[in-house]
């Protein structure tokens, strides 16, 4: 995308994977990377799951993706998902995907230890597959009180699309008083000037895809991601822009007050905040405070981006707004999975491999 300035340089937020005996993180590990996601709110761990690890979780990805009756979520683009530019969808919480959930939480608990109780719940398990022609989301917050899971089952190079963050955006107390207490209003111009390229950088790309012979527009296709009605937060979509329907982006934010701070505070907004770009090879696992501000670009590769996904409440989370902000399978629904029964749980499939995962 050559009209955001995004950094491709993750080494500040890298931390390499150092396992004990247990195969679990090290303590300096664990101080090493919790120091990392104090200042940034994301830490990337390099080579933490071993090449066999890491096709557990990508076969466990393909099986979900080859049943006709699996569960699509609406966490990302509803639109995307329906038109195959993306499959965003749960895993059910089978032995095998318990377990795999169980051994990654199990090696990063020194981690979570900071920021989840034992009485917390596991709110979702998904794989986050991206194609060619998918939309570029916009850049956003998830819902607060979270901490999230990416690991990358296979490489994931630029051009196939991985999740790009603001570092250091995370809210935590006392962070609005940064910046001269300005702090939020000025991730928040900054996040809408992003916006604007984004939904520009949309449109033309759905404009060249009309004669792409890589991926063409269904029919139908253009007039759903540019003109719907219908809800979706991650689209260009024209319609609900103007008639402020999108509360990611919409024209009721860029009032001629808020067109004024964004070029006078243009200069800050360049030096304050930045994006990266992860490109994670196979075995990384990205942690990030849902309240980060970041966003999932679109896959300019043939190749499909399969990450593996799952999230932890941090705090005590009701219901209703587990179920508004994420996208749990019915299994998990039907029989909630908390922190701690992850940590208790027997990795009776694990066999042959460095740690205890599957």
């Not at 979570?112 to 060619?132: G, I, N, Q």
């Not at 849902?290 to 399969?306: C, I, T």
Request: proline share 6%.
């Amino acid at each position: 995308m050559n009209q955001l300035e995004v950094s491709n340089d993750t080494s500040v937020l890298e931390v390499p994977a150092a396992l004990d005996g247990k195969g679990r993180l090290t303590d300096d590990c664990v101080r090493k990377a919790l120091t990392v996601m104090d200042a940034h709110g994301l830490v990337v761990l390099t080579d933490l799951l071993s090449e066999e690890q890491a096709d557990v979780g990508a076969e466990l990805i393909r099986q979900t993706i080859d049943d006709p009756d699996r569960k699509r979520g609406a966490f990302a683009s509803e639109t995307d998902n329906h038109y195959m530019r993306r499959d965003f969808c749960s895993l059910p919480s089978t032995p095998l995907v318990t377990s795999f959930a169980a051994g990654l939480c199990q090696r990063l608990e020194g981690i979570l230890a900071r920021y989840c109780d034992r009485s917390h719940p596991l709110l979702e398990v998904t794989t986050l597959t991206s194609y060619l022609g998918s939309s570029h989301q916009y850049i956003h917050r998830d819902p607060g009180g979270v901490i999230s899971i990416f690991a990358a089952v296979e490489d994931v190079s630029e051009q196939q699309g991985g999740t790009v963050f603001v570092p250091s955006t995370h809210m935590y107390d006392g962070a609005e008083r940064k910046h001269s207490g300005n702090a939020y209003a000025l991730m928040e111009l900054f996040r809408i000037r992003c916006n604007c390229r984004i939904l520009v950088y949309n449109l033309k790309k759905l404009w060249r895809m009309r004669k792409d012979r890589a991926a063409p527009l269904a029919p139908g296709e253009f007039l759903d991601r540019v003109f719907s009605s219908k809800w979706d937060e991650h689209q260009p979509n024209l319609l609900r822009f103007v008639l402020g329907k999108n509360s990611q982006f919409s024209l009721r934010m860029l009032s001629p007050r808020t067109l004024w701070k964004l070029y006078r505070h243009r200069k800050a907004l360049g030096s304050l905040f930045h994006l990266v770009q992860t490109a994670p090879r196979k075995g990384t696992v990205i942690l990030y405070l849902s309240d980060l501000l970041h966003a999932g670009p679109d896959n300019r590769s043939p190749h499909p981006r399969r990450l593996f996904s799952m999230s932890i409440a941090r705090d005590s989370i009701e219901p209703k707004r587990w179920h508004a902000g994420y996208s749990p399978h019915p299994t998990l629904t039907e029989r909630p999975i908390f922190y701690g029964d992850l940590l208790d749980s027997p990795l009776s499939a694990s066999r042959g491999h460095r740690a205890p995962l599957p």
